[in-house]
Structure formats: C-alpha cells, structure tokens
C-alpha cells in the first residue's frame, strides 16, 4: 500500500487551493459597450480589453481604462485576432451588439447586459446593471458601495444647488441639428435626483433624447441651454455666424452653460460626474450673477 507523507498531501492541497484563488483573483472581462466598461472600472474588476480607448477617453473621460487592459480597435467590429491572443474569461455585450455574439463566441463565453430598455426606470436599471455585473465579477461589496457613494452624492449635492431655471440638456450633431435629453435619459435621471426641472417635454427614443432642428429650442425662451462637448469638428465656428443660433432666446439673453463630455449612455459612474459638472457650472454661475449684481 502507497502513502503519501501528511506533509507532501497538505502541500498539494495548500497548491491547489492557491491555484484556484489565483485563476480567480486574475480573472479578466473584456467588453466592446463603454457603459459596462466604466462600470467594471468603477468596481475595481479586472478589465483584460475594451474597445477604442481613445474615443472611450473622449466621451466617457473617466474612470481611466488602465494601460494593462488592450484596445480591440472598433466597437462594431473588434479585432478577433487581438482578443484571440489573450482569451478573456468572458466578453460583456449589451443589446446593441447582439450581432457581434457568433464571431465573439469563438473566442470566449459572451454574456448580455441592458440598460435603457423600454419602460423602465432608468435610475433604477442603473443599480440593477452594477449590481449584475458585481455579482459576476465578485465585486458585490464594491457594486454596493458605488451605488451607496452614487445616492450620497446625488444628496449632497442636491442641498448646495441654487434655484434655477428649466434645463435644456443638448449635444450637437452638426451646426443645425441637436439631441435633446429627455424622458428615460441618464442625464433627466440625474435632474430627477438633483430635483431640477427638464425643459424638454417632448417624446423621446429608447436611449432618451430626440433628435431635432436648433430652431425648435426657441419653443422654450425661459430655458437655460446646458451645452454638452464634444462638438462636431467645425461646429462652434458655424455657430459664431449663424444667425438662427445667434437669435435663440437662450443664446441672446446668455442663459447658457457649457458642459465636459459626459458619456450620455452610461450607467452610475456617468452619472456620478454628470451631477458633479452640472452642479458645479450651476453654481459657479449663481456666484458669477451674485457678483455682477453687487458690482452693478
């Protein structure tokens, strides 16, 4: 009869117990969608590639994609052979990318996540989607604490606001044409929050805005204009010469304010640095009219 020594038997138990942990521990998640990606950045999982740093950078700003996770070139069609190099323990997708799933498939297991679906509540999914993608990553403690940091915030904030007038919250599409934020958007959820009035009372689309002409945000003279970058290569020189912008009410009465880019899609990180910049431009604004008054 064999035996092992007590000693040598523990070992391999203590070995393959640490294996384990590690395999776990250095599990790494890949994702072509932004708002996944800032969220598993925000939950301190670990991201092995997300697609387009540059332009994630650009419109989603923060958290940072760290230099270890790779860039798997377009949203809409990642590099296969790049991401068949490293194989991620699974590749995160929402809705929108559907049909990339098959070609992802190859590479490693594909799993879905919503936000912005049809007649739900924007603020709540956003909770719901941290708390998924907690659970997934072993990160449960962290989603919670996000989502707890994102309500504390949302509170403080809320209390330092001025009064202010009814929002108009837009991105440029071209020199003519804008998005405008409305109804089952990030951006109202985070009005909602801040107990702030949306000017826009119109239907909107699945993501939240609609799409309309600059001359249509005339209908709504007592509005404060919140501009939100970045605006079309171009743009802001078209607009110095336009007479159709020059003429808004917003525009000549200088009710405007002028946003960083805060990723419109996102989820609880978004739109913790939405509330942040908006309350800031607020009040800084509040302040600058305060000054004027006494100065005057």
Known sequence: ???????????????????????????????VDWTIAETLLAIDAPVSSVAQHSDYHTWVSEPRIPSSATDMGLRSQPNLELLAQAPPKQILISPMFAGLRPRLERIAPVSTFSLYSPETDTWQEMQTLTRQLGE????????????????????????????????????????????????????????????????????TN??????????????????????IEPLPEGVASQLESSGLWQHLPSVKNAQLLHL?????????????????????????????????????
């Open 1 to 31: 009869m064999c035996r092992f020594p007590l000693r040598h038997t523990l070992h391999s138990a203590v070995l393959v117990v640490g294996l384990l942990l590690s395999a776990v521990s250095h599990a790494q998640w890949a994702t």
């Open 206 to 227: 699945a993501w939240g805005f609609s799409l309309v002409g600059i001359e249509t945000l005339a209908r709504y003279p007592e509005a404060t204009l919140a501009i």
């Open 136 to 203: 997934l990553t072993d990160r449960d403690a962290q989603a919670e604490r996000l989502i707890n940091n994102t309500r504390a915030l949302m509170t403080e904030l809320r209390g330092q606001l001025p009064e202010s007038a009814p929002l108009l919250l837009v991105q440029f599409m071209d020199a003519r044409h804008v998005r405008v934020f409305g109804e089952s958007s990030l951006y109202n959820a985070v009005l909602e929050q801040l107990a702030l009035p949306n000017a826009w009372d119109q239907p």
């Open 260 to 296: 960083p880019p805060v990723w419109s899609f996102g989820a609880l990180p978004s739109a913790q640095r939405f509330a942040r910049e908006l309350s800031a431009a607020l009040v800084t604004r509040d302040t600058t009219q305060i000054t004027d008054l006494i100065v005057n």
